[in-house]
C-alpha cells in the first residue's frame, strides 16, 4: 500500500505513528475512521468544508491586526531598503529613457540584444569620453576656484562698495578663509570623506548600470508582466495607457538629456568668449543643474552670472540677458522639438512635483519627479476625470 495513500480500513496513514493501536484513545480513533469515509477516489483529502465565517469578530479583529502588522513591516522594509529601492527606480527610468533607441533599431531589423548591446556600448562610451575629457580640467579648476575664492571676494569689495559693505557685516572672506584652512586632523577626515563618497558614487554607478542593462535586455518581459497585474477586462486600456506613458517618460529623459548637453556647450562658449573664469566647471554645473526644471536653471543662471561680475558689470547683465535667452530657446524651441509638446506639465505641478521628489528622494528625486508628474496627469485625465464627469452628469 503507497505510504502516502491512507488506510482504507481506519483512515490512518500506513507511513505515520507506526505501529498504530488504539490506545491513541477514542476520539481520535472516531475521527479517523470518519475519514477514511470521507477519503473517496475523487476527493482523496476528503471534500473542503465550510468556510470560516469572516463577519465572525475574532476574524475581523485578526484580519485588522495582520492588515496593521503587514503595512508596518512593508514601511520598515521599504526604509530599510531605501538606498536599493531608489537605485532600481533610477535604473528602471534609465531602462525606459533609452527604449525609444532600442525599439528604433529594432525596428531597423537588428535582433534586440544586438539593439541593447550598441546602446549600451554607445552610452557607456559618450558618459567615459565625458569623464576623460572633462574630470581631468574641472578637478584642476574646481580646486584653484575654492583656494582663491577669498581673492575674488577681496577684489570685488574694491571694486563694488556694496560687496564690502555685506562682506564686513557677515565677514565672508573669514568664514571661506576659516573653512579652507581647517586643521589638518579635520582635513584628513575630510579627504577619506570624499574617497568615500567617490566610492560609494561609484558603486551606485556600477549597479544602476548593470540593472539598466537587465531591465533593458528583459523590458518586453516586464512590460508584460506589469499588464498582467490588471484584470482581463481593463487589459486593454491599460496597455494603450500604459505604453502612452513608457513613450512620454522615454521621451522625456532622453530629451532632456540631449538638451542639458547643448545648454552646457552653449554656456561654455559664451564664457570663453567674454573670458569668464573657470568657465568648463561653470558649463557642466550648468548642464547638471539644467536636468532639475524651473529651479535648476534659475540657480545656475545666478551663480554664473555672480562669478561673471569679477570680469564687469556689463558682462555679467549680458549673462544676465544670455540665460533669459537660453531659457526661452530651451522651453519654446529645444523642448517642443526634442521632447514634444505631449510630455509637457504645467508649470505649477512642476514646481509642486519637484519640491515634492527632492524632498523625498533629494536630487534622484527632483530629476524623476516630472516623468512621474507626466505619468500621473496621463492617469488622472484618462480614467480618474472621465469616471468624475459620467458619475456627475448621471
Known amino acids: 500500500m503507497d505510504s502516502n495513500v491512507p488506510a482504507a480500513d481506519d483512515g490512518h496513514n500506513s507511513g505515520i505513528g507506526q505501529p498504530h493501536s488504539r490506545r491513541e484513545g477514542e476520539p481520535i480513533t472516531n475521527a479517523e475512521a470518519a475519514a477514511a469515509q470521507a477519503s473517496t477516489p475523487a476527493h482523496p483529502l476528503g471534500r473542503p468544508g465550510r468556510l470560516f465565517d469572516r463577519r465572525s469578530p475574532f476574524l475581523v479583529g485578526l484580519t485588522g491586526a495582520a492588515g496593521v502588522a503587514v503595512t508596518y513591516a512593508l514601511i520598515q522594509a521599504i526604509l530599510a531598503a531605501g538606498q536599493a529601492l ?21 525596428r531597423r531589423r537588428l535582433p534586440r540584444w544586438a539593439a541593447v548591446t550598441v546602446v549600451l ?8 569620453g565625458f569623464l576623460a575629457v572633462v574630470v581631468p580640467p574641472l578637478v584642476s579648476q574646481g580646486t584653484a576656484f575654492a583656494h582663491k575664492a577669498p581673492e575674488y571676494l577681496h577684489h570685488l569689495g574694491q571694486r563694488y562698495p556694496i560687496i564690502n559693505t555685506v562682506d564686513s557685516r557677515f565677514h565672508l572672506q573669514d568664514q571661506v578663509r576659516h573653512s579652507l584652512g581647517a586643521e589638518s586632523p579635520r582635513l584628513a577626515g575630510g579627504v577619506l570623506d570624499i574617497g568615500r563618497a567617490i566610492f560609494g558614487a561609484v558603486t551606485a554607478t556600477a549597479i544602476a548600470f548593470v540593472l539598466t542593462a537587465y531591465f533593458m535586455s528583459d523590458f518586453r518581459r516586464v512590460r508584460s508582466t506589469i499588464y498582467r497585474l490588471f484584470p482581463r477586462e481593463r487589459r486593454p486600456r491599460a496597455i494603450l495607457i500604459g505604453d502612452e506613458i513608457f513613450a512620454k517618460v522615454g521621451a522625456y529623459i532622453l530629451g532632456n538629456l540631449v538638451i542639458s548637453l547643448i545648454t552646457g556647450v552653449l554656456t561654455l562658449i559664451w564664457l570663453l568668449i567674454f573670458g569668464v573664469p573657470y568657465a568648463l566647471v561653470l558649463a557642466v554645473l550648468v548642464a547638471v543643474l539644467d536636468l532639475i526644471p524651473i529651479v535648476g536653471s534659475t540657480a545656475a543662471g545666478v551663480i554664473v552670472a555672480g562669478v561673471s561680475l569679477t570680469v564687469s558689470v556689463p558682462v555679467m547683465i549680458s549673462t544676465l540677458a544670455f540665460f533669459i535667452a537660453l531659457r526661452l530657446v530651451e522651453d519654446y524651441l529645444l523642448v517642443p522639438r526634442i521632447i514634444g509638446r505631449a510630455v509637457r506639465v504645467p508649470a505649477l505641478v512642476t514646481v509642486i512635483s519637484v519640491l515634492l521628489g527632492g524632498a523625498l528622494l533629494g536630487v534622484v528625486g527632483a530629476l524623476l519627479a516630472i516623468p512621474v508628474a507626466a505619468a500621473l496627469l496621463l492617469v488622472v485625465r484618462e480614467t480618474v476625470f472621465p469616471s468624475l464627469d459620467q458619475t456627475h452628469t448621471e
Not at 528602471?92 to 532600442?102: H, K, R, S, T, Y
Open 86 to 106: 531608489t537605485l532600481i527606480v533610477v535604473a528602471f527610468f534609465l531602462a525606459v529613457g533609452l527604449e525609444p533607441a532600442v525599439s528604433w533599431l529594432v
Open 121 to 128: 556600448l554607445l552610452a557607456v562610451g559618450l558618459f567615459a
